[in-house]
C-alpha cells in the first residue's frame, strides 16, 4: 500500500513559501489510487475517533488556512466524512463582531475549542490576525488596542509569539495540534475562481473580496510566510500542503491526521475489578430474563 510521505511538507525554520511545491511529487498515485487511501484511512480514523471519544482524555484541534479557493471547505469535508459528528465540531471564522472586537484576539477560538474525546476543525483561525490583518492593517484600529507600537514589526513578533505561546498551553493540557496550509498557485486558484463565476451553482461561494486577495498576492505570501516560520513548533507543527491536486490534498490532510490519531493510542476504558462483577452479574441477569 503507498504511504505518502507528508513530512516533506512539514515547515521548519528556513521555510520559503515561494518554493514550496504546490502540485504532487511525479511518483504520486492516481486520482482513482487515491480516493481508495482516503476511504481507508477514513475507516481507520474512524475506529480511533471512537476510542478517543470513550477514553475522553485528549482532544485534537485542525487548523486550516489557506488563500481564497484554496480547498479548505471541501477538504474538511473529505477528511471528516464517515466520523462521528457527535465528537466532531467544525467552526469557520469571517470577521470579527463587535462583541468579539471587545476582546483580546485569541477570545473568540478559545470560546470553540474542543472538549476531550473530541475532534475539533477551524476554518480559518487566529492566524487571520497575523495573515489578513497584517495585510489589511488598517483592521486594527476597530481592536482599539492600548499599544502605541501597533502594526510595527514589535508587534506582529508579540502576537506571534501570543499564539505559540497559546498552542504550548493547549498542547500540555491534552490538545494534540496540526495545523495546515493548503497552498495553491496564482494559476489554480484562478481557474477556481472562474469555475465559481462561470457555473450559477457556485456563484455563492464567489465574493469580491476573493478578487481583492488576489491583487495583494505577494502581501499575503508575505505575511503567512512569516506566520508559519514563527509558529511551526513540535506541538503545535505547520504542513505546507500542496493544494492545486485536490485527491492528493486531502489524503495528505487524511493521512497526517490518521498518524496524529495513531501516536495518541487511544483505549476504550477497562472497568476496574467492582465495575466487571456488576457487568457480569448484569449480563446473566438479562440473559435469563
Wanted: net charge positive; hydrophobic share 35%.
Amino acid at each position: 500500500m503507498f504511504e505518502a510521505p507528508p513530512h516533506r511538507y512539514l515547515v521548519g525554520p528556513d521555510f520559503e513559501l515561494a518554493r514550496a511545491p504546490t502540485t504532487p511529487p511525479d511518483d504520486a498515485p492516481d486520482r482513482r489510487k487515491l480516493r481508495t487511501l482516503l476511504r481507508n484511512q477514513t475507516r481507520r480514523l474512524a475506529e480511533l475517533q471512537r476510542r478517543m471519544y470513550a477514553e475522553d482524555r485528549r482532544a485534537v484541534l485542525l487548523v486550516f488556512q489557506g488563500l481564497d479557493a484554496a480547498g479548505k471547505d471541501g477538504t474538511i469535508r473529505a477528511v471528516l466524512s464517515g466520523l462521528n459528528p457527535a465528537g466532531c465540531s467544525v467552526w469557520s471564522f469571517g470577521p470579527p463582531s463587535s462583541l468579539e472586537l471587545d476582546h483580546d484576539f485569541l477570545w473568540r477560538t478559545t470560546l470553540r475549542l474542543p472538549e476531550r474525546g473530541h475532534i475539533g476543525v477551524f476554518n480559518r483561525s487566529y492566524y487571520e490576525e497575523v495573515a489578513t490583518v497584517r495585510v489589511h492593517w488598517r483592521l486594527l484600529e476597530g481592536q482599539r488596542l492600548p499599544d502605541d507600537t501597533t502594526g510595527t514589526d514589535a508587534f506582529w513578533a508579540r502576537r506571534l509569539h501570543s499564539i505559540t505561546e497559546h498552542e504550548l498551553h493547549l498542547a500540555r493540557n491534552g490538545t494534540t495540534i496540526l495545523k495546515f496550509f493548503l497552498n495553491v498557485s496564482r494559476d489554480a486558484q484562478r481557474e477556481r475562481l472562474l469555475r465559481r463565476l462561470k457555473e450559477s451553482k457556485r456563484h455563492w461561494k464567489f465574493s469580491m473580496a476573493d478578487i481583492e486577495s488576489r491583487e495583494r498576492w505577494d502581501d499575503y505570501h508575505a505575511a503567512y510566510e512569516a506566520a508559519l516560520v514563527a509558529t511551526s513548533r513540535p506541538w503545535a507543527p505547520w504542513y505546507a500542503i500542496p493544494a492545486d491536486d485536490k485527491p492528493w490534498m486531502r489524503q495528505q490532510v487524511s493521512r497526517l491526521l490518521l498518524d496524529a490519531m495513531k501516536a495518541l493510542k487511544p483505549r476504550y476504558p477497562e472497568p476496574d475489578t467492582d465495575s466487571s462483577d456488576r457487568l457480569e452479574a448484569l449480563r446473566r441477569l438479562l440473559e435469563h430474563d
